[in-house]
């Protein structure tokens, strides 16, 4: 049965089967580097989260008694950029930790993992609770891309006084991870799982069972329904769009028409007129060489 949706614009189109069976493939092939599934795997999942990190950290001696997926924080600032973090885990410490994924550079940028810690640490302190008592914050960034080329699987960011060389310990981490890293070591291992599409495939059982939960049972397709929603609303306002160009463009070609057949101004002179330029000028000027 086909499906009505509505775009942000308003239009309401009706997803045919083909468009249907374009999102159910949409889900399947969607990996750990896909936010919301990401997401959905990890919310509440503290076995696959304290494995993670385990390895990007490669220490075991922590555990993790608290995560959630897709976490609002909202600026106090009526104007202010609000974030949405990928994952949020509290350790049986208070340390916290944030973790994203990232598929381009722009949405790694080192000043975003400023940004992010500053809007969790605002967020550890209550009032009158002295300073020294704030707890470590992890910002780790696990990027499909190498983001410093050297082919290194994880970057750890540190700060130190330049004039004595010694490292200044402040609590806040960030982490960068390698995830087009490929070895035989767990690092290569995670990379490998995060972009793999077939939970049947991923090397790390609490992360393929996570993967498996969400693409492999109507109860895990059906929690990814506002993933679906939001693109269906994208393959709406793209519809949307098509169509508004194509009546333009039709509109446009009948004044042209009606133009050209008067005699009375040139073809360039009427493109000018209808502000016509680039590659649509010269499919005009194909069109209408005739007159």
Do not use: W
């Not at 640490?121 to 009032?127: G, I, T």
């Not at 082919?151 to 750890?156: D, E």
């Not at 290569?188 to 498996?212: Q, S």
């Amino acid at each position: 049965m086909a499906k009505k949706v509505t775009g942000k614009k308003g239009c309401k189109i009706e997803l045919s089967r083909e468009i249907s069976a374009e999102l159910e493939k949409t889900l399947d092939d969607l990996t750990l580097f896909d936010d919301d599934l990401m997401g959905k795997v990890f919310d509440g999942n503290t076995e696959a989260t304290e494995l993670l990190l385990q390895i990007i950290l490669e220490r075991k001696d922590f555990r993790i008694i608290r995560v959630k997926g897709q976490v609002e924080f909202r600026s106090p600032y009526a104007k202010g950029r609000t974030i949405r973090l990928d994952i949020l885990a509290t350790g049986e410490d208070g340390t916290e930790f944030n973790v994203e994924v990232q598929r381009n550079t722009k949405g790694s940028h080192i000043r975003r993992a400023r940004y992010h810690q500053s809007m969790i640490d605002a967020r550890l302190l209550k009032r009158n609770q002295d300073f020294q008592e704030l707890k470590d914050t992890y910002v780790i960034f696990i990027c499909q891309h190498d983001k410093f080329k050297q082919n290194k699987p994880v970057y750890h960011v540190d700060k130190t006084i330049r004039e004595t060389g010694k490292n200044f310990d402040d609590g806040a981490h960030v982490i960068y991870v390698n995830g087009g890293y490929r070895g035989d070591d767990d690092f290569g291992k995670l990379a490998h799982d995060f972009n793999c599409k077939n939970p049947e495939l991923i090397y790390y059982k609490p992360l393929a069972d996570g993967v498996r939960h969400i693409k492999g049972t109507e109860k895990g397709r059906g929690n990814m329904c506002e993933a679906f929603e939001r693109l269906a609303e994208k393959v709406a306002d793209e519809r949307a769009e098509q169509v508004t160009k194509q009546v333009t463009r039709q509109m446009t070609n009948k004044y042209l028409e009606a133009i050209m057949k008067s005699g009375k101004i040139s073809l360039a002179e009427a493109l000018d007129m209808f502000d016509i330029t680039g590659k649509d000028r010269e499919m005009y000027e194909k069109q209408f060489a005739e007159y």
